[in-house]
Every structure is written in C-alpha cells, then in structure tokens.
C-alpha cells in the first residue's frame, strides 16, 4: 500500500493506502469521487477516461495511481471558472452538439485540450487523425471536429 500525493483540479490531495496495481482512474472516482472521469474500455482505448496528466492527455485506466505521485491532475470537473463559466472547449461542445449520450464527452474535451494546445491551427483531418483513440458511438464524430476546432479558435482568443 501507498500514499499517492496528487493535485487534483488545483487542490492538493492526498489519498493513503493505495494498492500498487490500482490505476489512477479509481482513485479519481472511488477515493475523490471524481465521477466524471468514465470506465470504458478498462484497457486505454476508448479514451472515457482520459485527464490531463502535467498538462498531456493519459487514459487513467491504463497509469496506475503511483506513477502520477507528484503530478497536476485536470479532470473534466476541473475545467470550469469557479463562478461556473465553461472552459472554452467545454462551451464549443455544446455550442456545436459535439456531444449526444455525453459518456465520451470528458474525455473526448481533454484530449481536445491537449490536442488545441500542441496544434492550434489542427485541420479537420488532423483532429481525427489526434483524437483517434477517443472512441464515440453517438456522434459520427462531424460535430466533435467542428467543435475542437471552435475551442481551438477561443482558447487561442482568450
């Protein structure tokens, strides 16, 4: 067992006896209650459980707990203004339906963060070409392109 030290959405938080196996997606949902963070797949690729890891997209079923001691986590419930202003990428998902049944939606919008933050200028072809390893079966994937691309233009504005 372990003690994971971790900022979590800009809080330190420390969670105690962690299992060395256990990957850091529990953690978020089960010790933090962080359940906006999805168990899809359980094997890294539908990317439902994709957060911010220092900055870079990682699907938290696949990094255990322990190898993100020390690290700034981003997790969906993280991305909105404290007076409740979505983040920019956030607002272009809802502004363009990027998003039908939701599951996918959080970690579709923080792979869409890292992605805008790389490659601001990203073409159509090269957002789904990025975002291949979020997996969505509602959208056909149109509307996530248009609004990455949205988000993309208002966090280079903001």
């Known amino acids: 067992m372990a003690t994971v030290r971790l900022n979590v ?4 938080r ?7 196996q256990t990957p850091l997606l529990w953690v978020l949902r089960d010790s933090l209650g962080l359940v906006g963070t999805k168990y899809g797949c359980g094997v890294a690729q539908c990317g439902a459980c994709t957060v911010l ?8 079923c696949n990094l255990l707990a322990a190898q993100a001691d020390g690290c700034e986590i981003t997790t969906i419930e993280g991305l909105a203004a404290e007076d409740g202003t979505m983040h920019p990428m956030q607002a272009a998902f809802k502004d363009c339906h990027g998003l039908q049944c939701g599951f996918c939606t959080p970690g ?17 072809e090269e957002v789904r070409a990025n975002l291949e390893g979020n997996l ?3 959208t056909g994937y149109q509307n996530i392109v248009k609004a990455v691309q949205q988000g993309a233009a208002a966090m280079a504005s903001s």
């Open 136 to 138: 969505c079966r509602c």
């Open 53 to 60: 890891k220092d900055g870079q997209a990682v699907k938290s």
């Open 108 to 124: 579709m919008v923080l792979s869409a963060i890292d992605l805008c933050a790389k490659h601001p200028n990203a073409s159509a």
């Open 9 to 12: 959405n800009g809080q330190n």
């Open 14 to 20: 420390v969670v105690e006896d962690v299992d060395a």
